[in-house]
């Protein structure tokens, strides 16, 4: 089945210690997300791919980078977590960048602990 | 920029049963599209259902339905005769139509119980 992918899906890291989270999709969508979900809250995006070409959020710290080496992966980069970056990271993929009413698909989530 | 309220941070329901989860916007725009995602414990996120803002019709998608007031900028999600599956947190989303502003503005979410 096509899908989106996210390891690990549990992290633990230690403060300051850099960390990456992955995503890969089978699905061969042009445009994939990160989002930021901390308990109880609405998910908040970060960034978004849309093919090649990198968007962040005007309110995205830089301490989140953010790398799509082909069509399939997307990396998150965390270079110095802090307490507050402790969160689950959902990765999601849509087909297309105008086709606004088509449905974002969504990875399980990688939780993060900073400890 | 938009917002989007949802006044219920948990309900519950008897199986069989209906219930009503509530959300509300607020945007400056006249076209724009909705959503209604579920999230199971420990799985990802799925699309229960979505509406296009010009259309007047409400969307519907088997026991699951929208009552959308586009007046009111509300966008109640329906569930009838509720299964145990149905046990999720839902959130509402709301998305521009306009080029460069494509993420989904979610809800905080409502934690939907379903009592055997």
């Known amino acids: 089945d096509a899908m989106v992918i996210q390891n690990p899906r549990y992290q633990v890291t230690q403060f300051g210690k850099p960390v990456t989270l992955s995503c890969s999709q089978t699905l061969n969508h042009n445009v994939m997300y990160w989002y930021q979900q901390k308990s109880s809250q609405a998910p908040k995006l970060l960034f978004h791919?849309?093919?090649?070409?990198?968007?962040n959020e005007a309110d995205t710290p830089d301490n989140f980078q953010s790398r799509r080496p082909n069509t399939s992966f997307c990396f998150l980069d965390i270079r110095s977590p802090g307490l507050g970056d402790a969160a689950m990271y959902l990765c999601a993929t849509s087909r297309d960048r105008v086709a606004h009413r088509d449905e974002q698909f969504f990875g399980p989530g990688t939780r993060l602990t900073v400890l | 920029a938009q917002t989007v309220t949802q006044s219920q941070p948990e309900m519950s329901v008897q199986e069989a049963e209906t219930v009503t989860l509530s959300c509300t916007y607020d945007?400056?725009?006249?076209?724009?599209?909705l959503f209604w995602y579920k999230q199971p414990p420990s799985r990802q996120m799925i699309l229960v259902i979505r509406q296009e803002a010009y259309k007047q019709q409400n969307a519907t998608e088997n026991r699951f339905s929208v009552n959308f007031q586009k007046a009111a900028k509300s966008f109640s999600l329906k569930i009838s005769d509720s299964q145990l599956g149905d046990a999720a947190m839902y959130f509402c989303a709301y998305r521009s139509p306009f080029f460069g502003n494509e993420k989904l503005t979610f809800g905080t979410g409502t934690r939907l119980t379903i009592i055997p």
């Open positions: 945007t400056s725009e006249s076209d724009y599209y």
């Open positions: 791919y849309y093919d090649k070409d990198f968007n």
